[in-house]
Structures are given as C-alpha cells and as structure tokens.
C-alpha cells in the first residue's frame, strides 16, 4: 500500500473543477484509492463524496492506494494534488 499525505494550499480547498479532473485520472487506474481526513473517508473515484468532505486550504489529507498498479498511480495523483491544490 502506498500513502501520501499532502497538505492543501489552494484557498478555495479542493473544488469543483480540478476536484472533476482528479476523480478522471482516479478512475484510470485498478488500484483502490481511499481519502482520508480527520475522521473521514471516501472513494476517490466518487466526485460527490470527495466534495462532500469538505476540504479547505491548510486542511491535511491522506491518499492510500492499494493494488496492482499503486506505483504509477501513487505518482500520477501526487502529482496532480501538487500541480492543482
């Protein structure tokens, strides 16, 4: 299993648009893929659970991949969260 923890800098937090385009590049990949924060979990391949958890700026939260194909998608959605938020 492959972890990421990356803290939000965008101001509008996670929203709409690039939060749209995450869930597209999730749902490339075979590997479950589970956000975290505080006490709060979601389906990164579900749009309306990842805004329902309501991410804004500073807020930390825990990526954690596991399948067959962790490694490039590990890569791929770090580097998406770094790029947009």
Known sequence: MK???FTVTDPLG????????????AKRFNSKITVKKDDKSCDLRKLLALMGMAVKQNDEIIVQ??????????ETIEKFLKENF
């Open 3 to 5: 972890e990421i923890k």
């Open 65 to 74: 991949i596991e399948g067959d194909d962790e490694e490039a998608c590990a």
């Open 14 to 25: 996670i929203h709409a648009r690039p939060a749209g385009i995450l869930v597209k590049e």
